[in-house]
């Protein structure tokens, strides 16, 4: 018993290292760049890069890349379409806003320092 007693806190230290980094981003920090109809949101880098969006509120996520649309489609993650808080554009009608400021910061995220 005290050897398990002793374990948990090793186990608990080593899956913090496993876990991937969520970041928290604000239209505050983003200013007239802000795509989406969230004041705050989460970003998140999963394994093999696929980026995805988060609603803090709800927890829902949403595809910020082609490999994480393919994690959706193919029901790997449950994720509803980027369109659903994505802002209209106010300087080209009929666009979305754009959401590469997110997927830059997004894919800072991303850990390969094992690639190396």
Not at 21 to 26: C, D, G, H, Y
Not at 35 to 56: K, Q, Y
Not at 79 to 93: F, G, K, M, R, V
């Amino acid at each position: 018993m005290k050897r398990l007693f002793w374990a948990i806190p090793f186990l608990l230290l080593s899956f913090q290292g496993i876990a991937a980094p969520i970041k928290t981003i604000s239209k505050l920090q983003f200013g007239k760049q802000w795509a989406f109809t969230r004041e705050e949101v989460m970003l998140d880098c999963r394994s093999g890069d696929a980026l995805f969006v988060i609603n803090p509120s709800t927890l829902m996520q949403y595809p910020l890349n082609d490999r994480a649309t393919q994690l959706m489609q193919s029901n790997k993650v449950i994720a509803s379409s980027l369109d659903t808080i994505l802002l209209n554009d106010p300087e080209h009608p009929n666009q979305k806003m754009s959401i590469e400021p997110f997927q830059k910061a997004a894919l800072v995220l991303c850990d390969h320092s094992g690639d190396k």
